[in-house]
Nanobody, 121 residues
Framework: QLQASGGGLVQAGGSLRLSCAAS????????MGWFRQAPGKEREFVAA????????GYADSVKGRLTISRDNAKNTVYLQMNSLKPEDTAVYYC????????????????WGQGTLVTVSS
């Protein structure tokens, strides 16, 4: 299971850090991803990280502002969000996928419950 936290209300230009805690002893065997879904829109890829944490990938819209990382000893993946914009407002979901990373939501097998990020202008 995945438990996401850290969402909230922030002004444009501000920062938030999302966390996603995983249960179980096989966390390091899973690639992890963050996705988001804004009202009336489809779920979209935000960032992904491979099992070791060395390899990362980002959507063009968040490059240079958001950073994904993981701590396999703590079974946790993070999303550091800086220079937030109103268009970043969405429910953010963490997801896990055995093996290699992917940018497609359909490739991820386990999903957290989502945490709401609201960026005011």
């Amino acid at each position: 299971q995945l438990q996401a936290s850290g969402g909230g209300l922030v002004q444009a230009g501000g920062s938030l850090r999302l966390s996603c805690a995983a249960s179980g002893r096989t966390f390091s065997m899973y690639a992890m991803g963050w996705f988001r879904q804004a009202p009336g829109k489809e779920r979209e890829f935000v960032a992904a990280i491979n099992r070791s944490g060395v390899g990362t990938g980002y959507a063009d819209s968040v490059k240079g502002r958001l950073t994904i990382s993981r701590d396999n000893a703590k079974n946790t993946v993070y999303l550091q969000m800086n220079s937030l914009k109103p268009e970043d407002t969405a429910v953010y979901y963490c997801a896990a996928r055995p093996g290699t990373t992917s940018t497609s939501p359909g490739d991820f097998t386990t999903w957290g419950q989502g945490t709401l990020v609201t960026v005011s202008s």
